[in-house]
């Protein structure tokens, strides 16, 4: 199985930066996904990365390093529509396990 | 938006009651997952299915089961229902859990709150 490890809160301020950091142990890795999920609602894909390296995607972005098995989603310049859950998943021998989420709030 | 549906979206019912869950997608993907998500857990997955009639097991399986006898319609059902199993159930889709990575994105449908009393 997995065993993937995140924060369980966070809190920073509008218009601050705000680094998610997901740790994991697995066998048989294909890829690192960041899901957003917002109160009662379904969660939403962000990124994934498959190769060591930094993804970039407008103002999230998404680092991997598989020998550490560490990966982190950086959120810039917060919004108030960004405080939400921040699922970290890993795909193992093609089969998507999650850590337990992040919630992050964003203070005005 | 992907098309894929649950219903019911909530349902109250009480021990030892068979509850079945039902997923829809139009989307014509081959894999079909259902997970639960509980306080301090996150996403669980429950079971999940390659194609019609092919399913498989997750890490938290015993007290469910699934049939898919079409390729859009994937169904969960609790044969008897415990307290135990009171939690928000989320379908997902996938094209493939292989490559290319971008296959590999799951799609969720809107979640179906089931509370067993």
């Known amino acids: 199985g997995q065993n993937i490890d995140q924060p369980t809160e966070m809190t920073a301020t509008e218009g601050a930066i705000v680094q998610i950091n997901c740790t994991y142990q697995?066998?048989?890795?294909?890829?690192l996904f960041w899901y957003q999920q917002h109160a009662g609602e379904a969660p939403t894909f962000l990124s994934y990365?498959?190769?060591?390296g930094l993804e970039e995607k407008g103002r999230f972005s998404s680092f991997l390093s598989r020998s550490k098995g560490y990966s982190y989603l950086l959120l810039k310049e917060l919004q108030m529509k960004d405080s939400a859950s921040y699922l970290c998943?890993?795909?193992?021998?093609?089969?998507?396990?999650f850590g337990a989420g992040t919630t992050v709030t964003v203070r005005a | 938006d992907a098309g894929i549906t649950q219903s019911p979206r909530h349902k109250v019912t009480e021990t030892g009651t068979p509850v079945t869950l039902r997923c829809h997608q139009t989307e014509n993907h081959r894999y079909m997952y259902w997970y639960r998500q509980d306080p301090g857990h996150g996403l669980r997955l429950i079971h999940y299915s390659y194609g019609v009639k092919d399913t498989d097991k997750g890490e938290v399986s015993d007290g469910y089961s699934v049939s898919r006898s079409k390729t859009e319609d994937f169904l969960l059902t609790l044969e008897s229902a415990t307290s135990s199993q009171t939690s928000v159930y989320f379908c997902a889709i996938s094209e493939s859990p292989g490559q290319p990575p971008e296959a590999n994105v799951l799609t969720f449908g809107a979640g179906s709150r089931l509370t067993v009393l």
């Open positions: 697995t066998s048989g890795f294909n890829g």
């Open positions: 990365n498959v190769l060591d």
């Open positions: 998943a890993v795909t193992s021998d093609y089969k998507l396990s």
